[in-house]
């Protein structure tokens, strides 16, 4: 499954912490069961993405190299 352009929460260009305190931010306004697209370009978010997702208990559906970053397709749990 792939997001549209405007399904994407785009936090490219911000740095540690922030793709993670927006995400989990996000993430609180949102009903379990939705699912977000997160893409960043911070090379650590690779790491923190998928470690708030395992401490806050969303499921992480999926994760993808893009050109500058990656995308992380997060359910929310």
């Known amino acids: ?4 352009v405007q399904d994407i929460y785009d936090l490219r260009g911000l740095k ?3 793709p ?8 609180s306004t949102m009903s379990a069961g ?3 697209w997160v893409e960043t370009s911070d090379p650590l978010a690779v790491i923190d993405i998928p470690h708030m997702c395992r401490e806050d208990g969303h499921e992480l559906l999926e994760t993808v190299a893009t050109d500058g ?3 992380f397709h997060i359910r929310k749990t």
Do not use: I
């Not at 499954?1 to 549209?4: E, I, Y």
């Not at 993670?20 to 993430?27: A, F, G, I, N």
């Open 69 to 71: 970053g990656h995308r």
């Open 20 to 27: 993670v305190l927006k995400s989990r931010k996000k993430l």
């Open 1 to 4: 499954m792939t997001a549209s």
């Open 34 to 36: 939705e699912e977000l």
């Open 16 to 18: 540690c912490p922030l």
